[in-house]
C-alpha cells in the first residue's frame, strides 16, 4: 500500500523536474530581445541555439534512457541535473555568440535530455492503472513552464541583465532537480508481475531486436511528423500574428492561451487514454491536431488567434504523452528508456525543423501561410503513419525480427 501510494510521489516529482527544465530552456525566447541589444549578436544566430539544442536532445536522448536502464533514473536524472544548471551558467559567461551556441544549444540542450526519457519510463514502471493519467500528470508538469518559469524569467529581466538571469535559473535548476531527482526509486517489483509485467508481451526480445521492430519504427515515424505538425506553429504564429497587426505583448499571450489550453490537453487526453486505449485516442488526435494547426492559415484577428490556439493547445500537448503508455503497453519494462529515448529523439529533430522550416518559408515567400499548410501535411502523415501500429503478437514475440 505504501508503494502503491508513492507512486503518486514520483508524478509530482517529474511534473516539477519537468517544469523547471523546460521553463530553463525555453528562457531564450524571453532573452532573446535584450541578449541582442547588449551583445550586437543577431537574433538568428541567437534563436540558433535552440535549435542546435533540439539536435543536441536527439543526438543524446536514446544514451540517456540506456543510462537510465542500467543504472536507475535517480542516478542519471541527478547527473543531468548538475549538468545542466552546470551548462546555464557557462552559458551566461559565454564570450561569444558561437561560445554560447555551443553551451545553450549543445551542452544544455543534450542535459536536458536527462529528464524526459528516464522520467517517463521511471512513471509508467510505477502504474499498471490510471497510466496515461500518470504520464499526462507529469508532461501537464512541464506545460506548467510557460505561466510560472516563463514569467518568473520575464520578471527577472526587468532588472537584471541576461547573464545575471541564466546564472540564477542555474542556482534554481541545482536548488530543484538535484534533491528532488533523490525521490525517484525502482517501480516495486509486484507491480511488474501481472499480466502488464517487466517482460510484457515482447518480453524476450533483446534492445537490438526491439529497436529494429516494425512498432517500434512506426512510432518513432509518428513522433517525428507529429513534433514536426506543432514546432512551426509554436516557434512562428507570435511573428504570424505582430504580421497581422498585433502588438508583440498581444501576440505573445497567443502562445499563453496555447499553453494553458494544453494543460487541460494534457489531463483530458490521459483520461480519454485510460478509458478507450492509447492507440486510439492518439490516432484521433493525430487527425485533430493536423487541422488545428491549418487552422492558423485561416486567422487573422486576435479573437481566431485565440480560438485555435485554445483547440491547438489542447492537442498537440494532449497527445504527447500517449506514446509513453503506448511504449510500455508494448515493450520490456527493462528496456523502457532505451525505447523512450529513441521516440524521444525522433521528436526532437521533428521539433527542431519547425524554426528552420519557418524561417526559409517566409524569407522565400515573405509570409508564413506555406508554414501552416505544410504543417497541416505533416500532420496528415503522422496521422496515416499512426494507423499502421500493431502490437506484439502474445504468442512467439520477436519471432518476427529472428527470422
Aim: hydrophobic share 55%.
Amino acid at each position: 500500500m505504501a508503494e502503491s501510494s508513492y507512486r503518486w510521489i514520483i508524478v509530482a516529482a517529474g511534473g516539477l523536474m519537468g517544469c523547471v527544465a523546460m521553463g530553463a530552456l525555453f528562457s531564450l525566447p524571453v532573452l532573446l530581445t535584450p541578449m541582442a541589444e547588449e551583445t550586437g549578436w543577431s537574433r538568428t544566430g541567437i534563436s540558433s541555439a535552440m535549435t542546435i539544442g533540439f539536435l543536441a536532445m536527439a543526438l543524446t536522448s536514446m544514451g540517456w534512457g540506456a543510462l537510465s536502464d542500467r543504472f536507475g533514473a535517480r542516478p542519471v536524472v541527478m547527473t543531468g541535473a548538475v549538468l545542466f544548471s552546470a551548462s546555464l551558467f557557462l552559458a551566461s559567461r559565454a564570450p561569444s555568440l558561437l561560445a554560447f551556441q555551443l553551451c545553450f544549444g549543445g551542452l544544455v540542450g543534450g542535459a536536458v535530455a536527462a529528464f524526459f526519457a528516464p522520467m517517463m519510463a521511471t512513471v509508467t514502471g510505477w502504474f499498471t492503472t490510471q497510466r496515461s493519467l500518470a504520464v499526462s500528470l507529469v508532461s501537464a508538469g512541464m506545460g506548467l513552464a510557460p505561466v510560472t518559469m516563463s514569467p518568473l524569467v520575464a520578471k527577472l529581466v526587468e532588472t537584471h541583465d541576461w547573464r545575471t538571469v541564466l546564472s540564477i535559473l542555474a542556482l534554481i535548476v541545482a536548488a530543484v532537480n538535484v534533491p528532488t531527482a533523490m525521490l525517484l526509486r525502482h517501480p516495486p517489483r509486484q507491480q511488474e508481475s501481472g499480466a502488464e509485467m517487466q517482460d510484457g508481451p515482447a518480453g524476450g526480445m533483446t534492445v537490438r531486436q526491439a529497436v529494429t521492430s516494425l512498432p517500434f519504427i512506426v512510432l518513432v515515424a509518428t513522433n517525428f511528423f507529429c513534433c514536426a505538425t506543432h514546432s512551426g506553429p509554436i516557434f512562428h504564429t507570435v511573428s504570424y500574428a505582430e504580421l497581422c497587426g498585433l502588438s508583440a505583448i498581444v501576440a505573445v499571450s497567443i502562445y499563453s492561451v496555447e499553453g494553458i489550453a494544453g494543460m487541460f490537453g494534457r489531463i483530458g487526453f490521459g483520461v480519454m487514454g485510460d478509458r478507450f486505449g492509447a492507440k486510439r485516442v492518439l490516432v484521433a488526435g493525430l487527425l485533430a491536431q493536423a487541422f488545428g494547426a491549418l487552422g492558423y492559415f485561416f486567422a487573422h484577428e486576435l479573437i481566431q488567434f485565440y480560438t485555435v490556439a485554445t483547440i491547438f493547445g489542447f492537442i498537440y500537448a494532449g497527445i504527447m504523452p500517449l506514446y509513453a503508455v503506448l511504449i510500455r503497453e508494448n515493450f520490456p519494462m527493462r528496456m523502457m528508456g532505451t525505447i523512450m529515448g529513441g521516440t524521444g529523439m525522433a521528436g526532437s529533430l521533428g521539433m527542431a525543423s519547425g524554426p528552420l522550416l519557418g524561417g526559409w518559408i517566409f524569407d522565400t515567400t515573405g509570409g508564413y501561410g506555406a508554414l501552416y499548410i505544410t504543417s497541416f501535411v505533416f500532420g496528415l502523415m503522422a496521422f496515416a503513419i499512426s494507423t499502421t501500429f500493431r502490437p506484439f503478437p502474445a504468442e512467439a514475440p520477436g519471432a518476427t525480427q529472428a527470422a
